[in-house]
Nanobody, 115 residues
Framework: QVQLVESGGGLVQAGGSLRLSCVVSGTIFSIRDMGWYRQAPGKQRDLVATITSGGITDYADSVKGRFTISRDNAKNTVYLQMNSLKPEDTGVYYC?????????WGQGTQVTVSS
């Protein structure tokens, strides 16, 4: 059974930083592509960043230059380093992976950026 557990969210002032972590179990982490998504109140869940099993990264335009996704295969963990945070970055952040045709999500971690 694949499980994803996020942590690291919190309340931060605009301009501050947070690092989110997502620990994955129940699958061979090193071969999984991973993604971070966020959902603001009343809005759809949007892609923030992705990292392939080979380490290739991609970002939403709104976070390029401020956020960095990375992975540690020895720890079965994917990270999202968020710098220069803005109030519009507020939302619940989820990590995601797929195994065969099934998509798995974590429970999410709340990030609130105050102005």
């Amino acid at each position: 059974q694949v499980q994803l557990v996020e942590s690291g969210g919190g309340l931060v002032q605009a301009g501050g930083s947070l690092r989110l972590s997502c620990v994955v179990s129940g699958t061979i982490f090193s071969i999984r592509d991973m993604g971070w998504y966020r959902q603001a109140p009343g809005k759809q869940r949007d892609l923030v960043a992705t990292i392939t099993s080979g380490g290739i990264t991609d970002y939403a335009d709104s976070v390029k230059g401020r956020f960095t996704i990375s992975r540690d295969n020895a720890k079965n963990t994917v990270y999202l380093q968020m710098n220069s945070l803005k109030p519009e970055d507020t939302g619940v952040y989820y990590c995601r992976t797929t195994k065969t045709i099934i998509t798995y999500w974590g429970q999410g971690t709340q990030v609130t950026v105050s102005s």
